[in-house]
């Protein structure tokens, strides 16, 4: 019993110090565009955007790097919002017609892993206001906000109803002055009575305050009535009497008139003249798009210039019958007219102009429109009105992502080529202007090293994107589509529409132009992109598709016309009784295709069948790829152009593999009859149990107790999964090694496949001038006619059968083996080859160490026994000290199907920390996550969105950024006397326990990170659905419709070993 008792030891100070100074879980930046934008704000003296989403998020964005984020409490709509100019103040209006007040406060400073940082800047809520319901009304729909004024002394706030009513509030402290209270009643008193009529005037659609005479704002009604009220005095100054439907006002910049836009397509320009109380008809009326029924003209801006001709831009007022469909905006000027055409709907827009009160004309530089799915920039100065390149905001899923591959350290003539070959994409479409969007300034220091991160997509196509700091720069993007006959092939059209003149006559009115690069639809579902590899020393770079394509690419600077190698690799092995019901290959291009200058094709390997790829490897060195399917997988020399190896892993019950993820065959009958016959099953065995007698009993009891001597009290039994399961053939992952396979004297080139039925395939490769005892002579004479040769060495069958998620070989010191070209290069420190080496196999239960040649098992930790839950994704990362420069160590990240993080130390398999990042149910986002080689990670929020994250104390990527502004930066006082910190799509709880509510002596320049401990999001919730993620399995779905009771099983489970474990817990 004693030995029992004091078994477990207790932590050591001085190793959770150490562990201090290694890791530290933050959530740092936001990448992407917002998910479901409904509002968006521009401050002219601060040269800052902000945009709010449906989930109740408010993003505030400058010049790339100055970013600020907020989150509402309550998960609404915020469908309006307006900055206070120059004061780091903005206003937002939410659907539950509610008011808020944030400002940009500074935070106290913050130690992150022992090193002292900066006070955050964050945006703080301090304030809200709802307006009462009337008097004697039981609805409050009469008093539901329609629209909101900010007059330009940012002292007064307008605020117009849906019963009619102008309230206004004064700011900063959002307090309502009933004395200058506007009720429709008043207004109706001025009217003439051929135009009262009884009938209402309809809701506030729009206030616009008079831009040479403060105190006196246009009031619009729904109606058509447009009312010019002065404030100092409370009476009419005028009115113009419209009698179409009013969407939007907009006032000429010199106040002599003002233009309304109509339900009916069309606008006036009405004018502004003193005396003349009454205004019946307006200058001018026009429906541009008529005369046939058009759709609304819900917003117009009118911007005068220089030249005489002002620019007219508005959203909306298609004809119905043929355009009303379309998502466009308009600008024109004089005879220039251009209707911009967006793939998806306009949300809000506004031009930067100039605001100066001296200055004649507005002379507008740049159109900014917020679409649902973009943000599109337009150059106003430049001849023709191009679009300009986003330097962030860009729609990460132009196509939907289907999988991901994060770079680090980049070779900087890899990094320069990637570049010039993404300029000579852009320089044929879009302007260099500069970003109009360029307030605040980004101090954070420049990143010691290029990051890429690469994006596969529905679509075929691959874009690369800069993921060196806070913003997500696009950088070049690959298609892959080129390579095959498509359906929507523009080659197999047989006339080309711009021959014909006829056709042109047509389409010359409304003058589209097509704008933006979203593109939610994709050509052919079967080019979808599955997986990715770079090698950043050879530029080499495979993509593995959808149809069982994988295609070979090579990096050139030229643009180049010539076919397309293709082998096809029969991974059935001419195995009898399997017959493939799914889609069918693509078909390549029998003639030379023209390449851009960037990623061109060398060779096409078909996988038949042609099943989605589910892994891919590359070691460039020895001109190898490696690939996977449901079938089984295959080895390629692409330098020589053959097949070295192809073995089909298939069970003889998979017939489930056969069908293919894009099969009609699979049905609901095929399903519930599996039910039906599991069910049955269960009964015939529970009806067959032998009769109990005094002796069975005594077994039984014999049976558990050596159950229990097995079976530590905290862990759970891994029970053994069926070798019958369907799927079980499919590739999980591949991995190359040079490393001690057939004895422990000689090593060589390793092969290591690992499926989901637990089973892993070792084979020694002979590559000509690879191993111990050859020298190395590549590019030799004789070389080129000496082929690769793959040889079983080992076959491992895990006991309990648990898909195989990762594979890694560690030399002798314990170490994961150096990247392809490093340790030949001196990139890395070579490899340690004359101590024995092992292998680390990652299950989706547990994680084992085995010694190589042998294949003996040295170390295991049993996840699910342990901790409840299963192993979906896997890295070996590198992990440096914040107290010493030199020192780092290796460690074992695992990310489970309950969204934590476990890292361990290896070889000896200890843990280490443990972090909630992600929440269970967002199983896209566990599906979707990549790590870093430096301890950082993206997984994804939303479609469009990826979260940044570090589980490193010394890797930050976070927003550094200073602002000037024209008030001081003392923290309003909030309602509740507390500051809340948030971050919108946050999951995580606070981590650091930094000082909240608390700012120091205020410096007059406001500099500081983002904040780093955001909230739970409703943006990450379960019903999130990505159109593909690519790995996505039954086991995910499985986990997320767990019942109650495992739910609470499994949280119990955990805390007990929350309790016992001596690492840092951090929850």
Same mark, same amino acid.
């Given at each position: 019993?004693?030995?029992?008792?004091?078994?477990?030891?207790?932590?050591?100070?001085?190793?959770?110090?150490?562990?201090?100074?290694?890791?530290?879980?933050?959530?740092?930046?936001?990448?992407?565009?917002?998910?479901?934008?409904?509002a968006?704000?521009?401050?002219?003296?601060?040269?800052?955007?902000?945009?709010?989403?449906?989930?109740?998020? =408010?993003? @505030?964005?400058?010049?790339?790097?100055?970013?600020?984020?907020?989150?509402?409490?309550?998960?609404?709509?915020?469908?309006?919002?307006?900055?206070?100019p120059?004061? $780091?103040?903005?206003?937002?209006?939410?659907?539950?017609?509610?008011?808020?007040?944030?400002?940009?406060?500074?935070?106290?400073?913050?130690? @992150?892993?022992?090193?002292?940082?900066?006070?955050? @800047?964050?945006?703080?809520?301090? #304030?809200?206001?709802?307006?009462?319901?009337?008097?004697?009304?039981?609805?409050?729909?009469?008093?539901?906000?329609?629209?909101?004024?900010?007059?330009?002394?940012?002292?007064?706030?307008c605020?117009?109803?849906?019963?009619? $009513?102008?309230?206004?509030?004064?700011?900063?402290?959002?307090?309502l002055?009933?004395?200058?209270?506007?009720?429709?009643?008043?207004?109706?008193?001025?009217?003439?009575?051929?135009?009262?009529?009884?009938?209402?005037?309809?809701?506030?659609?729009?206030?616009?305050?008079?831009?040479?005479? &403060?105190?006196?704002?246009?009031i619009g009604?729904?109606?058509?009535?447009?009312?010019?009220?002065?404030?100092?005095?409370?009476?009419?100054?005028?009115?113009?009497?419209?009698?179409?439907?009013?969407?939007?006002?907009?006032w000429?910049?010199?106040?002599?008139?003002?233009?309304?836009?109509?339900?009916?397509?069309?606008?006036?320009?009405?004018?502004?003249?003193?005396?003349?109380?009454?205004?019946?008809?307006?200058?001018?009326?026009?429906?541009?798009?008529?005369p046939?029924?058009?759709?609304?003209?819900?917003?117009?801006?009118?911007?005068?210039?220089?030249?005489?001709?002002?620019?007219?831009?508005?959203?909306?007022?298609?004809?119905?019958?043929?355009?009303?469909?379309?998502?466009?905006?308009?600008?024109?000027?004089?005879k220039?007219?251009?209707?911009?055409?967006?793939?998806?709907?306009?949300?809000?827009?506004?031009?930067?102009?100039?605001?100066?009160?001296?200055?004649?004309?507005?002379?507008?530089?740049?159109?900014?429109?917020?679409?649902?799915?973009?943000?599109? /920039?337009?150059?106003?100065?430049?001849?023709?009105?191009?679009?300009?390149?986003?330097?962030?905001?860009?729609?990460?899923?132009?196509?939907?992502? *289907?999988?991901?591959?994060?770079?680090?350290?980049?070779?900087?003539?890899?990094?320069?080529?990637?570049?010039?070959?993404?300029k000579?994409?852009?320089?044929?479409?879009?302007?260099? %202007?500069?970003?109009?969007?360029?307030?605040?300034?980004?101090?954070?220091?420049?990143?010691?090293?290029?990051?890429?991160?690469?994006?596969?997509?529905?679509?075929?196509?691959?874009?690369?994107?800069?993921?060196?700091?806070?913003?997500?720069?696009?950088?070049?993007?690959?298609?892959?589509?080129?390579?095959?006959?498509?359906?929507?092939?523009?080659?197999?059209?047989?006339?080309?529409?711009?021959?014909?003149?006829?056709?042109?006559q047509?389409?010359?009115?409304?003058?589209?132009?097509?704008?933006?690069?979203? #593109?939610?639809?994709?050509?052919?579902?079967?080019? $979808?992109?599955?997986?990715?590899?770079?090698?950043?020393?050879?530029?080499?770079?495979?993509?593995?598709?959808?149809?069982?394509?994988? =295609?070979?690419?090579?990096?050139?600077?030229?643009?180049?016309?010539?076919?397309?190698?293709?082998?096809?690799? #029969?991974?059935?092995?001419?195995?009898e009784?399997?017959?493939?019901?799914?889609?069918?290959?693509?078909?390549?291009?029998?003639?030379?295709?023209?390449?851009?200058?960037?990623?061109?094709?060398?060779?096409?390997?078909?996988?038949?069948?042609?099943a989605?790829?589910?892994?891919?490897?590359?070691?460039?060195?020895?001109?190898?790829?490696?690939?996977?399917?449901?079938?089984?997988?295959?080895l390629?020399?692409?330098?020589?152009?053959?097949a070295?190896?192809?073995?089909?892993?298939?069970?003889?019950?998979?017939?489930?593999?056969?069908? $293919?993820?894009?099969?009609? /065959?699979?049905?609901?009958?095929?399903?519930?009859?599996?039910?039906?016959?599991?069910?049955?099953?269960?009964?015939?065995?529970?009806?067959?149990?032998?009769?109990?007698?005094?002796?069975?009993? @005594?077994?039984?009891?014999?049976?558990?107790?050596?159950?229990?001597?097995?079976?530590?009290?905290?862990?759970?039994?891994?029970?053994?999964?069926?070798?019958?399961?369907?799927?079980?053939?499919?590739?999980? !992952?591949?991995?190359?090694?040079?490393?001690?396979?057939?004895?422990?004297?000689?090593?060589?080139?390793?092969?290591?496949?690992?499926?989901?039925?637990?089973?892993?395939?070792?084979?020694?490769?002979?590559?000509?001038?690879?191993?111990?005892?050859? /020298? !190395?002579?590549r590019?030799?004479?004789?070389?080129?006619?000496?082929?690769?040769?793959?040889?079983?060495?080992?076959?491992?069958?895990?006991?309990?059968?648990?898909?195989?998620?990762?594979?890694?070989?560690?030399?002798?010191?314990?170490?994961?083996?150096?990247?392809p070209?490093?340790?030949?290069?001196?990139?890395?420190?070579?490899?340690?080859?004359?101590?024995?080496? &092992?292998?680390?196999?990652?299950?989706?239960?547990q994680?084992?160490?085995?010694s190589?040649?042998?294949?003996?098992?040295?170390?295991?930790?049993?996840?699910?026994?342990?901790? %409840?839950?299963?192993?979906?994704?896997?890295?070996?990362?590198?992990?440096?000290?914040t107290?010493?420069?030199?020192?780092?160590?290796?460690?074992?990240? !695992?990310?489970?199907?309950?969204?934590?993080m476990?890292?361990?130390?290896?070889?000896?398999?200890?843990?280490?920390?443990?972090?909630?990042?992600?929440?269970?149910?967002?199983?896209?986002? =566990?599906?979707?996550? /990549?790590?870093?080689?430096?301890?950082?990670?993206?997984?994804?929020?939303?479609?469009?969105?990826?979260?940044?994250?570090?589980?490193?104390?010394k890797?930050?990527?976070?927003?550094?950024?200073?602002?000037q502004? #024209?008030?001081?930066?003392?923290?309003?006082?909030?309602?509740?006397?507390?500051? *809340?910190?948030?971050?919108?799509?946050?999951?995580?709880?606070?981590?650091?326990?930094?000082?909240?509510?608390?700012?120091?002596?205020?410096?007059?320049?406001?500099?500081?990170?983002?904040?780093?401990?955001?909230l739970?999001?409703?943006?990450?919730? %379960?019903?999130?659905?990505l159109?593909? *993620?690519?790995?996505?399995?039954?086991?995910?779905?499985?986990?997320?419709?767990?019942?109650?009771?495992?739910?609470?099983?499994?949280?119990?489970?955990?805390?007990?070993?929350?309790?016992?474990?001596?690492?840092?817990?951090?929850?």
């Amino acid at each position: 019993m004693m030995k029992f008792r004091f078994r477990r030891q207790g932590t050591d100070p001085q190793r959770e110090k150490i562990k201090q100074e290694l890791f530290a879980f933050n959530k740092t930046v936001e990448h992407g565009f917002p998910h479901q934008p409904s509002a968006l704000a521009f401050d002219p003296k601060l040269e800052l955007m902000a945009i709010g989403t449906k989930s109740g998020a =408010i993003k @505030v964005y400058g010049s790339p790097g100055v970013e600020f984020t907020g989150l509402h409490n309550d998960t609404t709509a915020v469908t309006q919002i307006h900055f206070l100019p120059g004061q $780091g103040r903005l206003l937002s209006l939410l659907d539950d017609n509610t008011i808020h007040l944030w400002e940009l406060v500074a935070g106290a400073p913050r130690e @992150v892993g022992g090193v002292k940082r900066e006070g955050l @800047v964050y945006l703080q809520e301090v #304030d809200s206001y709802s307006l009462p319901g009337r008097p004697g009304i039981e609805s409050c729909s009469a008093t539901r906000v329609t629209v909101l004024l900010l007059l330009r002394s940012s002292d007064l706030l307008c605020v117009g109803t849906e019963g009619g $009513g102008v309230y206004f509030l004064e700011l900063p402290r959002l307090t309502l002055k009933d004395n200058q209270t506007l009720l429709q009643d008043q207004v109706m008193q001025s009217l003439p009575d051929d135009y009262r009529c009884g009938k209402s005037l309809g809701p506030v659609e729009s206030l616009q305050e008079h831009p040479q005479q &403060s105190g006196k704002i246009l009031i619009g009604y729904s109606r058509g009535l447009v009312v010019l009220w002065d404030l100092s005095t409370r009476h009419t100054e005028q009115l113009f009497l419209g009698k179409q439907q009013l969407e939007s006002l907009v006032w000429e910049r010199s106040g002599n008139l003002f233009v309304s836009s109509h339900n009916d397509g069309g606008y006036s320009v009405w004018a502004v003249t003193n005396g003349n109380t009454y205004n019946h008809q307006p200058v001018s009326s026009t429906i541009p798009y008529g005369p046939f029924p058009c759709k609304a003209v819900n917003k117009i801006l009118w911007r005068t210039t220089q030249t005489g001709s002002p620019v007219l831009l508005y959203s909306g007022g298609m004809p119905r019958a043929s355009y009303g469909d379309r998502h466009c905006l308009t600008i024109q000027q004089d005879k220039d007219h251009v209707t911009l055409d967006f793939t998806s709907r306009v949300i809000d827009f506004f031009t930067v102009h100039s605001i100066e009160q001296e200055k004649e004309f507005d002379e507008a530089s740049a159109l900014v429109v917020l679409l649902e799915e973009e943000l599109v /920039v337009i150059d106003l100065k430049t001849p023709g009105w191009p679009s300009l390149p986003t330097p962030y905001l860009a729609p990460l899923h132009s196509s939907a992502i *289907t999988c991901s591959f994060h770079v680090s350290s980049v070779p900087p003539k890899l990094w320069e080529r990637l570049v010039n070959a993404g300029k000579a994409q852009q320089g044929r479409q879009q302007a260099h %202007g500069s970003w109009p969007i360029c307030g605040g300034k980004n101090i954070a220091p420049p990143p010691k090293q290029q990051e890429l991160l690469l994006t596969g997509h529905e679509d075929g196509t691959v874009r690369f994107w800069d993921a060196s700091g806070v913003a997500l720069t696009p950088m070049y993007k690959l298609g892959t589509a080129n390579v095959f006959h498509t359906d929507c092939d523009p080659s197999d059209d047989p006339q080309d529409p711009s021959d014909d003149p006829d056709m042109q006559q047509e389409e010359e009115w409304p003058p589209f132009r097509k704008v933006g690069c979203f #593109d939610p639809y994709s050509d052919d579902p079967r080019l $979808g992109i599955q997986k990715i590899s770079l090698c950043k020393y050879s530029n080499k770079l495979v993509v593995a598709g959808t149809a069982g394509q994988v =295609i070979v690419m090579g990096l050139s600077d030229e643009r180049s016309d010539h076919l397309v190698d293709v082998s096809v690799v #029969d991974l059935l092995q001419d195995r009898e009784g399997f017959t493939w019901k799914g889609h069918d290959r693509l078909e390549p291009r029998l003639k030379p295709a023209s390449f851009p200058p960037g990623f061109q094709p060398l060779v096409l390997v078909q996988c038949m069948p042609p099943a989605s790829v589910t892994a891919v490897a590359l070691h460039a060195e020895w001109n190898l790829i490696s690939f996977g399917t449901s079938h089984g997988f295959g080895l390629f020399d692409y330098h020589r152009r053959n097949a070295v190896l192809a073995r089909c892993t298939l069970h003889p019950n998979d017939s489930l593999a056969m069908e $293919g993820p894009l099969s009609r /065959v699979k049905s609901l009958k095929k399903s519930l009859r599996q039910s039906f016959r599991r069910i049955r099953k269960s009964r015939v065995s529970g009806k067959k149990r032998p009769i109990t007698t005094p002796t069975s009993k @005594v077994q039984e009891a014999n049976a558990a107790l050596a159950e229990q001597e097995d079976v530590a009290p905290i862990q759970r039994r891994i029970e053994p999964r069926s070798a019958d399961d369907s799927l079980s053939g499919v590739v999980r !992952c591949l991995c190359f090694a040079d490393t001690f396979l057939r004895d422990g004297t000689h090593h060589g080139a390793t092969l290591w496949a690992g499926t989901n039925s637990g089973s892993v395939y070792a084979y020694a490769l002979e590559v000509p001038g690879v191993g111990s005892g050859r /020298v !190395c002579e590549r590019g030799g004479a004789g070389e080129s006619s000496v082929c690769v040769e793959a040889v079983l060495g080992k076959e491992i069958q895990l006991m309990h059968r648990a898909p195989v998620v990762s594979i890694s070989v560690l030399d002798g010191r314990g170490k994961p083996l150096p990247d392809p070209y490093e340790a030949s290069q001196d990139l890395a420190i070579a490899p340690d080859m004359t101590n024995a080496h &092992s292998v680390l196999i990652a299950s989706e239960e547990q994680l084992k160490v085995f010694s190589l040649p042998k294949v003996s098992a040295k170390t295991k930790f049993k996840l699910t026994a342990h901790e %409840g839950c299963r192993v979906r994704k896997v890295a070996l990362v590198v992990f440096g000290s914040t107290a010493q420069e030199d020192y780092c160590e290796h460690t074992l990240v !695992c990310l489970t199907n309950l969204g934590d993080m476990h890292l361990f130390n290896i070889p000896g398999l200890r843990p280490q920390v443990r972090y909630d990042c992600i929440r269970k149910e967002d199983i896209s986002g =566990i599906a979707s996550c /990549v790590f870093t080689k430096n301890g950082q990670g993206f997984y994804l929020i939303s479609p469009s969105e990826y979260e940044r994250f570090s589980l490193s104390a010394k890797v930050l990527t976070e927003p550094l950024c200073s602002l000037q502004l #024209d008030r001081p930066l003392e923290p309003t006082p909030a309602s509740d006397g507390t500051t *809340t910190q948030t971050q919108a799509n946050g999951t995580h709880k606070n981590q650091m326990g930094q000082a909240e509510g608390q700012t120091e002596d205020p410096p007059s320049t406001l500099s500081s990170p983002i904040l780093d401990t955001p909230l739970d999001s409703p943006l990450s919730c %379960g019903d999130i659905t990505l159109d593909s *993620t690519g790995e996505i399995t039954v086991e995910d779905v499985r986990d997320f419709l767990t019942t109650v009771d495992e739910a609470e099983n499994n949280l119990k489970n955990i805390k007990e070993e929350e309790g016992r474990s001596t690492g840092i817990l951090i929850n």
